[in-house]
């Protein structure tokens, strides 16, 4: 299947700064990519989709100048969580769509993010 | 009605059993079923999907059993490992073009179900 990279795994920050997280398709085009949130024990929720070379669209209740979405290609998509405090720790996982048109997505490992 | 109901939320099952986990969706306009398996740190893997079209899909020992009048599709994992043990999705989407800006669809996932499989 297709592979989709996310860097870092981990990650750990103070209050206050900005973290910025990669999101890759190694060896397909994604037009459309999509971010996710998942708290432990929980279900994936779905922030943004993002598509490559126009505005993320958030789905309701995420900020989005607090969760700033760039695709600026077609196999990296970031995520920058920006003023991050301890309540944006989480994990957080993206998925891209193989192109052509497809209903297939496959996800990344996920981004461990922990604010102290 | 965008809502996929799973369950149960824990599963305990003997190796060599059969895990049967089970998820019901509203949204009739739903055309396409994928299943997700989920180790704890690691992100989703696809795992088996299923269109509204076909009533039974098989890979290996996962099955995919569909029930497009009674909106419901169940999991079937046969022989259940231990190394089975998992939290598993099931999710559905909107065919494609209907509600996306993109070239693919958003999934609405289930709760999820912790499967554990005893030796």
Redesign the interface.
């Known amino acids: 299947?297709a592979v989709?990279s996310?860097h870092p795994s981990r990650v750990i920050c103070k209050s206050g700064t900005s973290v910025k997280i990669e999101c890759r398709s190694l060896d397909f085009q994604?037009?459309?990519m999509?971010w996710y949130r998942q708290f432990p024990?929980?279900?994936?929720m779905?922030m943004a989709?993002s598509?490559e070379g126009?505005k993320a669209?958030y789905e309701q209740g995420v900020e989005k100048d607090k969760f700033l979405i760039n695709h600026a290609s077609l196999t990296l998509s970031t995520l920058t969580v920006t003023s991050a405090h301890p309540e944006d720790s989480s994990?957080y996982?993206c998925?891209?769509?193989t192109?052509?048109?497809?209903?297939?997505?496959?996800?990344?490992?996920?981004t461990?993010l922990t604010v102290l | 009605q965008q809502q996929v109901k799973q369950s149960p939320q824990s599963l305990i099952v003997q190796k060599g059993g059969i895990s049967i986990i089970n998820c019901a969706y509203e949204n009739t306009a739903f055309d396409y079923f994928p299943w997700y398996q989920q180790f704890p740190g690691k992100g989703p893997a696809l795992l088996i999907a299923i269109r509204p079209d076909v009533s039974e899909k098989k890979e290996g020992r996962f099955t995919i059993s569909f029930n497009k009048s009674a909106k419901q599709f169940s999991l079937h994992i046969m022989d259940s490992q231990p190394g089975d043990s998992a939290t598993y999705f099931c999710a559905a989407s909107l065919p494609l073009g209907t509600i996306n800006t993109g070239t693919a669809s958003k999934l609405t996932f289930g709760t999820g179900t912790r499967l554990q499989v005893t030796l």
């Open positions: 299947g989709v996310q994604a037009t459309t999509f024990k929980q279900s994936l779905l989709t598509n126009s669209t994990f996982i998925s891209a769509g192109s052509p048109l497809t209903d297939t997505q496959y996800f990344g490992p996920g461990r």
